[in-house]
């Protein structure tokens, strides 16, 4: 697995695109990335 968490892709996106992404959404991103490691691990 990536070892990429979801507060450092919310900063890299804030930074590239900084009128799109707030610090707000880390939760959200959280949450998401959670479920979707979950799922990759029940699909190996």
Do not use: C, F, H
């Amino acid at each position: 697995m990536p070892a990429t968490n979801a507060k450092e892709i919310v900063v890299w996106l804030m930074e590239k695109y900084p009128d799109q992404y707030k610090k707000g959404q880390i939760r959200t991103l959280q949450r998401r990335i959670a479920a979707w490691r979950k799922d990759q691990e029940s699909q190996e």
